[in-house]
């Protein structure tokens, strides 16, 4: 009882905190009421309304507190709204491309193939290449598969015949999801200066091709981008933490000028290489200020990390392990997988790893195989003997495989796992083939890595590989870190369902825990006062309906800067 009457004191100081930094900022000018608001603050998890001034949250309440006046009222007729979904792992401009160009991963016989074309041309201004859209990516097992039915790996060959009659107007040259082959139509075989019958280029002559395509337009650039900005707005996204080209940056400072940019931008080179770049334009994590350390930039747009790879990926078999591959025994026996572009020459690696870190860059590295993440474990060995001890969060991107032997050395070490949940939605179809069983039980291993003091930061490798897409909706990542389960609901238990994740911790890592691998957690990542109004309204209660009803859920609005930017029709 005593506990009780000390909660209810402590919950009444905190509405009187509420109501007293209103009357300091004068009316609000929004109030979202009659919602159930799931806050993410642990002192403070649900609230009734929330009042904005400007881009702030100024106060909130609960059922019991009347909320303030203010110049505008949303009623949200008690609907779920938690803080904005901030996905800490995107491709912003190829997911762009991808959207208003051509998808082609799902498509394998010539009368889809047919219609994706035609469908882009009437897209695309006259003018425009077609390209990439990646073929066949699932015809070895079929979208929301398990594993168990997988079928012969047989993907078919189109033919220039098929399309040349629409595409007059537009050069086309897509690949196969492995890039073995391309199509090439009439129109681009002429400007690329190549003789062809069949449109089917192959080896040196296709890279060579596809080096010969133009670069794109920066209003083609736009086009893409404001694409892609209306998908996350649709799917509650308020931040994305983008590892684009590096002129992807001057496309946002345009929107952003232009008062288009609708959600917030945490932009990091994807080449190891610019650390010097970075340093010298400013664009590192701010270790000696008085505040927290906190990344270079403003509230929109930011920047403080750089990306890198160590390893390849599970779909090509270029991700780095201790044993080889289960599954490629008539190739390569002892094929192991490989390393990237900078980590063939390890000691130069680890020397521009330790640079950047000293400069005050925050280093987030791509890690998929269990042997390329035992090395990232040494380097951050290496980071403290050459720079010292920091608050440093270094972000492991993926941890996809980790050996049994390797997850205690995660303790102490403030590591933020950069995972992806859906990954194992859509992987699972082929990992035991790939690796076995046991070496699965590492993989995607969430619970463990966060038991072992990780801190799990969500996000969703949007658009995904050449082999795999991965959308941006959060709702996907919280099914699949609940429930490790296919969309078709396989398997009933769950995919190594003792990795699964309570919806709690889930939402907490799609919010305050993306907030917090950005340095951004004290702006970002809940719902309280002082923090930015960014928050993403759901069309179904995920606390009380089942997990098979979140595929078929969506937004009802997606609030950034306390402005409504989408509202479900």
Known sequence: MKRQVFLFLIFLLVLSACSDNVENTGVPDHVFKNAKIWTGDQQMPWASWVAVKGEQIVALGGEGDTPPNATAETDLKGQLMVPGFND????????????????????????????????????????SWITRGDWGAYEAWGAGSAGEDNQSNTVFTPHRSMIDDITPNHPVLVVRYDRTEGLANALALKELGIESESGILEGEVLREALRQVPEKSFERRLAESR??????????????????????????NHLYAKGDLSCRINFAPARLSEYENMMAKGWIVDWEGEMAPHPTGGDWISFGTIKSHIDGIMG???????????????EQMDWRGGWREFSKDMPSFKEMLVAADSGGIQLRVHAIGDQANALLLDILDTLDHFN???????????????????????????????????????????????????????????????????????????????????????????????????VKGEPAEGWFPEQRLSLEKALRAYTWGAAYGAFEEDTKGTIEAGKLADFSVIDTDLFTTSTDQWLEAGMAMTIVGGKIVYEQE
């Open 88 to 127: 800490s792992h995107v491709h912003f401009a190829s997911a762009g491309a991808l959207l208003l160009g051509i998808n082609l991963l799902d498509v394998n016989n010539e009368e889809k193939f047919v219609e994706r074309v035609r469908e882009t041309t009437e897209r695309l201004p006259k003018g």
């Open 316 to 330: 090509a078999r270029t991700a780095r392990f201790f044993q080889p591959y289960s599954d490629n025994i008539a």
């Open 227 to 252: 694409r892609a900005l209306e998908e996350c707005r649709k799917w509650g996204i308020t931040t994305v933490q983008d590892m684009s080209p590096l002129d992807q940056v001057d496309v946002y």
């Open 388 to 486: 010292g001890p920091k608050d440093r969060r270094f972000r492991l991107v993926h941890a996809q495989v980790i050996s049994p032997m390797d997850f205690q050395r995660f303790q102490g070490r403030n590591i933020v796992a950069e995972v992806q949940p859906y990954h194992v939605t859509d992987d699972m179809r082929w990992m035991e083939e790939r690796i076995g069983y046991e070496r699965c039980k590492g993989a995607y291993a969430f619970k463990t890595l966060q038991e072992n003091g990780c801190i799990l930061s969500f996000g969703s490798d949007w658009p995904g590989t050449n082999a795999s897409y991965y959308p941006i909706n959060p709702l996907m990542g919280l099914y699949a870190a609940v429930t490790r389960q296919t």
